[in-house]
């Protein structure tokens, strides 16, 4: 009796082992901001609606997603910043939103990203700017804190933000930045549901697409063959001196 009262509870604790490790992730926001030339104002801004925006996210919202930008300026651009801004809620309609913290990890890549991929250079952790947090606010200037407004001492609703920082990007050059949200890739940013014993980790890398360089200036013209603004000035001078030669003979016949 005791066995099988033992196997029972077992497999009850199994079952809840199993359901709490189903995450139900809503996302509230997904946008990135693009910060360039010393402006604090977005110069360009996204959100998961936007056709940059590209999904692989699965029905509770795990897996990757991308965000794509080319360089139409007409110019080199410096010092490009590009900030993630995530704010999810974890298992929300079990033990709502306001019991969360966040953690930070590390800048380390994620398992999948290819060699030659960029980590993020920036982050923040704190509540998303609807009570007492500044989050976004320095989401939309470009400038992350590096600090954790909402620790695992405080639990409240929390959201985080990752930046990359492009030193170069060529005119006509796409900048593609992949996001990660993973029970399992334990880097980048941890945001924790304790009640569900639920940790889910943000994180992202970039890649610089091709640059083939400006385009290569026209060959010299072959030699011994004048260029065409030297060839239409000997064309002139040589018809008025025909013209004149032409002129100059028939005054002297009429002579």
């Known amino acids: 009796m005791f066995i099988s009262r033992l196997g029972v509870v077992l497999g009850l604790l199994a079952c809840q082992s199993i359901a709490s490790a189903a995450a139900i992730i809503q996302l509230q926001s997904l946008e990135a901001y693009i910060h360039y030339g010393g402006s604090s104002v977005p110069k360009a801004s996204f959100t998961s609606a936007s056709p ?18 080319t360089n139409l300026t007409g110019a080199d651009i410096s010092n490009l910043r590009f900030t993630l801004f995530l704010d999810p809620d974890i298992d929300r309609d079990t033990n709502s939103f ?9 800048n380390a890549l994620p398992v999948l990203a290819p060699v030659g991929a960029l980590p993020f250079t920036s982050w923040e952790i704190d509540e998303p700017e609807y009570v007492f947090g500044n989050i976004y606010t320095h989401t939309l200037t470009g400038a992350l804190d590096e ?52 940790a889910l980790y943000f994180n992202a890398y970039a890649q610089l697409g091709p ?10 013209p072959p030699t011994g063959v004048p260029e065409p603004g030297t060839a239409l000035l000997l064309a002139s001078g040589l018809s008025v001196c025909l013209s004149r030669r032409i002129w100059t003979s028939a005054f002297s016949r009429r002579r």
């Open 211 to 220: 640059y083939t360089g400006p385009p290569p200036p026209p060959p010299p």
């Open 52 to 69: 940059q925006f590209t999904s692989a996210l699965d029905a509770e919202n795990l897996g990757s997603f991308s965000f794509t930008w």
């Open 98 to 106: 306001f019991n969360e913290y966040g953690d930070y990890i590390s």
């Open 147 to 198: 600090t954790i407004g909402v620790p695992s001492s405080t639990p409240d609703d929390v959201s985080a933000a990752i930046q990359f920082l492009i030193q170069t990007m060529h005119q006509g050059q796409s900048l593609y930045v992949f996001g990660t949200l993973s029970l399992t890739d334990a880097a980048g940013l941890q945001l924790v549901d304790p009640d569900s014993n639920i």
